[in-house]
């Protein structure tokens, strides 16, 4: 099967057009493509059966970034290292988090990791337009097989833009697909919000009039995860009646309801309280290859005396990133929160291996041997590899515990941020009542007590318990104006970073840094006026 990589930011796109051949073929209730002979232009691009192709491979596009291992799997860790909930503990993934990677022009990090995002969603962008191009121009099509692939190629073209907004603000964006005639065409300067925004609002208008809440094959957009991600698109420019309209649409619309805690990462993640997930499948052509998002947030427990690899300990894990300490004490303000309790999070690692027990240890004993020291470097870096607790929202229950690669679906999307998300709409909007009853929905279901009063801490506060290394806290942070205060109050935890021999990242911290640098190497294809973001000249 013929694969030619469309990329829109590199030199090549803007000298020559090809089209991406198509890929998936996956299991049942996964995204199914036919293998196809003909992998033409004109296929993809001219016939119903062409446009389906290409929209599967929209969502095997989506998936590359998360299965990259490109620096030990960094590239889709990035924003999580970046968070206040995260401690950088080694590896190449902690260098973001110190700042001594993505946080100037210069760095390897910059060229590397924050290109890598800045080239990832472009590219989807740029087939989503041609898909869009294509769907429309086709005349011999039913209306409805039509309108579908458009609210798909729109849902990906929406998220892929709002996600460069949010990362790199200074952004471009066009809705015509590159051809030959316009490949040399240089964008000369930033997009404004409102074309940015009006852009965004319309694809997804179009898709929740045309999408289904129960979409044929799981991984798909359905109507649930446009509205989602309209309600988010809402909450940035401050329309907190179409958010929290939005967020009521699908708490009511019976297609979705929150799960219990523990069946929320469990499985393959196709149950009710998902929107959205990026599906990989073993073994299957189309499946995807490996990713190693586990391995990098689980403590190397193993590697202390009387423990082994285990799937009740989390499997393999390297340690490089983890929980901070700040997110450690907000799930341990309620001590009945089963958040922590080995469905989302890890906090005790059992002794497991009888053959090598410390003196005074029994099976399945928490792992207690080392100390969170704040002065001792040598003790308190034993501790955050060894047994600092470990994220589990992408492990795989399913392989050997002693594999770090696995082929666990990737939450996106859930339920559970559109309740806080209707909470803070209704709260914005003077509607306590219903922005409490959404709270409490996300507290009750993880055991915790309900709450009688709310403000922008108390949904921050549960955000973070909830959502922490999701991908979005970031993101909530800067929309909400918390970011820079946020990063300065927790980022890492102090012992950590006045260990760092390049110095302590909260002192290295700069306002600017909510936007992230464009990296140089976009900056030389791009109008010579371009504008780079503030800070990084």
Same mark, same amino acid.
């Given at each position: 099967?013929?694969?030619?990589?469309?990329?829109?930011?590199?030199?090549?796109?803007?000298?020559?057009?090809?089209?991406?051949?198509?890929?998936?073929?996956?299991?049942? @209730?996964?995204?199914? @493509?036919?293998?196809?002979?003909?992998?033409?232009? @004109?296929?993809?691009?001219?016939?119903?059966?062409?446009?389906?192709? /290409?929209?599967?491979?929209?969502?095997?596009?989506?998936?590359?970034?998360?299965?990259?291992?490109?620096?030990?799997? +960094?590239?889709?860790?990035?924003?999580?290292?970046?968070?206040?909930?995260?401690?950088?503990?080694?590896?190449?993934?902690?260098?973001?988090?110190?700042?001594?990677?993505?946080?100037?022009?210069?760095?390897?990090?910059?060229?590397?990791?924050?290109?890598?995002?800045?080239?990832?969603?472009?590219?989807?962008?740029? !087939?989503?337009?041609?898909?869009? !191009?294509?769907?429309?121009?086709?005349?011999?099509?039913?209306?409805?097989?039509?309108?579908?692939?458009?609210?798909?190629?729109?849902?990906?073209?929406?998220?892929?833009?709002?996600?460069?907004?949010?990362?790199?603000?200074?952004?471009?964006?066009?809705?015509?697909?590159?051809? &030959?005639?316009?490949?040399?065409?240089?964008?000369?300067? *930033?997009?404004?919000? $409102?074309?940015?925004?009006?852009?965004?609002?319309?694809?997804?208008?179009?898709?929740?009039?045309?999408?289904?809440?129960? &979409?044929?094959?799981?991984?798909?957009?359905?109507?649930?995860?446009?509205?989602?991600?309209?309600?988010?698109?809402?909450?940035?420019?401050?329309?907190?009646?179409?958010?929290?309209?939005?967020?009521?649409?699908?708490?009511?619309?019976?297609?979705?309801?929150?799960?219990?805690? $523990?069946?929320?990462?469990?499985?393959?993640?196709?149950?009710?309280?998902?929107?959205?997930?990026?599906?990989?499948?073993?073994? +299957?052509?189309?499946?995807?290859?490996?990713?190693?998002?586990?391995?990098?947030?689980?403590? /190397?427990?193993?590697?202390?005396?009387?423990?082994?690899?285990?799937?009740?300990?989390?499997?393999?894990?390297?340690?490089?990133?983890?929980? =901070?300490?700040?997110?450690?004490?907000?799930?341990?303000?309620?001590?009945?929160?089963?958040?922590?309790?080995?469905?989302?999070?890890?906090?005790?690692?059992?002794?497991?291996?009888?053959?090598?027990?410390?003196?005074?240890?029994?099976?399945?004993?928490?792992?207690?041997?080392?100390?969170?020291?704040?002065?001792?470097?040598?003790?308190?870096?034993?501790?955050?590899?060894?047994?600092?607790?470990?994220?589990?929202?992408?492990?795989?229950? +399913?392989?050997?515990?002693?594999?770090?690669?696995?082929? *666990?679906?990737?939450?996106?999307? !859930?339920?559970?941020?559109?309740?806080?998300?209707?909470?803070?709409?209704?709260?914005? /909007? =003077?509607?306590?009542? *219903?922005?409490?009853?959404?709270?409490?929905?996300?507290?009750?279901?993880? =055991? +915790?007590?309900?709450?009688?009063?709310?403000?922008?801490?108390?949904?921050? @506060?549960?955000?973070?318990?909830?959502?922490?290394?999701?991908?979005?806290?970031?993101?909530?942070? *800067?929309?909400?104006?918390?970011?820079?205060?946020?990063?300065?109050?927790?980022?890492?935890?102090?012992?950590?970073?006045?260990?760092?021999?390049?110095?302590?990242?909260?002192?290295?911290?700069?306002?600017?840094?909510? =936007?992230?640098?464009?990296?140089?190497?976009?900056?030389?294809?791009?109008?010579?006026?371009?504008?780079?973001?503030?800070?990084?000249?």
């Amino acid at each position: 099967m013929k694969n030619m990589n469309l990329n829109i930011v590199s030199k090549r796109i803007f000298a020559v057009v090809f089209a991406v051949a198509m890929l998936s073929s996956c299991e049942k @209730d996964f995204l199914e @493509d036919k293998l196809r002979s003909n992998t033409s232009v @004109d296929f993809l691009y001219t016939t119903p059966e062409g446009l389906e192709s /290409a929209v599967v491979g929209l969502y095997s596009l989506n998936r590359e970034i998360y299965q990259d291992l490109s620096l030990n799997g +960094t590239y889709p860790l990035i924003l999580q290292a970046k968070s206040d909930l995260g401690v950088g503990i080694t590896g190449e993934v902690s260098l973001y988090s110190r700042l001594l990677w993505g946080a100037s022009l210069g760095d390897f990090g910059t060229t590397s990791g924050i290109n890598a995002h800045w080239v990832h969603h472009y590219r989807i962008v740029d !087939r989503c337009n041609a898909i869009i !191009r294509g769907a429309e121009n086709l005349q011999d099509i039913d209306e409805s097989r039509k309108n579908q692939i458009l609210a798909e190629a729109k849902c990906m073209r929406a998220n892929a833009y709002f996600s460069l907004y949010r990362l790199f603000n200074n952004i471009f964006i066009t809705t015509e697909p590159t051809t &030959p005639e316009n490949a040399f065409d240089v964008p000369q300067d *930033k997009s404004s919000v $409102e074309e940015i925004f009006s852009l965004l609002r319309s694809d997804l208008d179009f898709a929740i009039d045309n999408l289904d809440y129960n &979409p044929e094959q799981f991984g798909r957009w359905g109507q649930g995860a446009a509205r989602h991600l309209r309600a988010m698109v809402a909450l940035w420019e401050e329309d907190w009646t179409e958010a929290a309209a939005q967020a009521d649409a699908i708490i009511t619309s019976g297609n979705h309801s929150l799960v219990a805690t $523990e069946e929320v990462f469990a499985g393959e993640l196709d149950h009710s309280e998902t929107l959205f997930a990026i599906n990989f499948e073993r073994e +299957t052509i189309g499946g995807g290859s490996q990713h190693i998002m586990s391995w990098n947030m689980v403590s /190397a427990y193993s590697d202390a005396p009387g423990l082994i690899q285990s799937v009740e300990n989390g499997g393999a894990g390297a340690g490089f990133i983890s929980l =901070n300490q700040y997110i450690i004490d907000l799930l341990n303000e309620d001590p009945d929160d089963n958040r922590k309790n080995n469905t989302y999070y890890i906090f005790e690692y059992a002794y497991n291996d009888e053959s090598a027990l410390p003196p005074g240890k029994e099976l399945g004993d928490p792992l207690d041997l080392y100390e969170n020291s704040e002065t001792d470097q040598n003790e308190f870096m034993l501790y955050y590899r060894r047994q600092n607790p470990g994220v589990l929202k992408f492990f795989d229950e +399913t392989v050997e515990p002693t594999d770090r690669n696995h082929f *666990k679906n990737i939450m996106i999307y !859930r339920l559970a941020e559109t309740y806080l998300i209707g909470a803070e709409a209704h709260m914005m /909007a =003077n509607n306590t009542t *219903k922005a409490l009853e959404y709270l409490n929905a996300v507290r009750e279901r993880a =055991n +915790t007590d309900p709450v009688n009063s709310i403000d922008l801490q108390a949904i921050l @506060d549960e955000g973070a318990r909830e959502l922490a290394f999701e991908g979005q806290r970031w993101f909530t942070l *800067k929309r909400t104006g918390k970011l820079y205060e946020f990063l300065l109050d927790h980022m890492n935890n102090d012992n950590m970073n006045e260990s760092y021999p390049e110095g302590n990242p909260k002192v290295l911290l700069r306002e600017y840094m909510e =936007n992230w640098p464009i990296p140089q190497q976009q900056m030389d294809l791009l109008g010579p006026n371009y504008p780079q973001n503030e800070g990084y000249n």
